[in-house]
């Protein structure tokens, strides 16, 4: 997985410059927010917004709901794979 370091930002550093993070979105269409070293959020210029970010997003939105899936049902599928 490709992570475009320069578009993250810590929460921390969020709550405390939004203006940064404003411009920053601005600059770049989207900034991903991280807590605790993990993506907590993100925020977006809805007007950059294209179809080929939408689309990044949505897969983004997938693997993170396969990830927490998996850490809940793991030993489930597990089970079922066999």
Do not use: C, W
């Not at 810590?10 to 993990?38: H, P």
């Not at 939105?61 to 089970?79: C, D, N, T």
């Amino acid at each position: 997985m490709l992570i475009a370091t320069e578009k993250i930002i810590s929460v921390t550093e969020a709550n405390q410059n939004f203006s940064k993070l404003a411009k920053k979105a601005d600059t770049d269409g989207y900034v991903m927010i991280f807590k605790r070293n993990k993506p907590a959020y993100v925020m977006f210029d809805v007007d950059k917004m294209t179809a080929a970010m939408k689309e990044e997003f949505e897969k983004m939105h997938m693997r993170l709901m396969s990830e927490q899936l998996i850490a809940e049902y793991g030993e489930a599928y597990g089970k079922l794979a066999k």
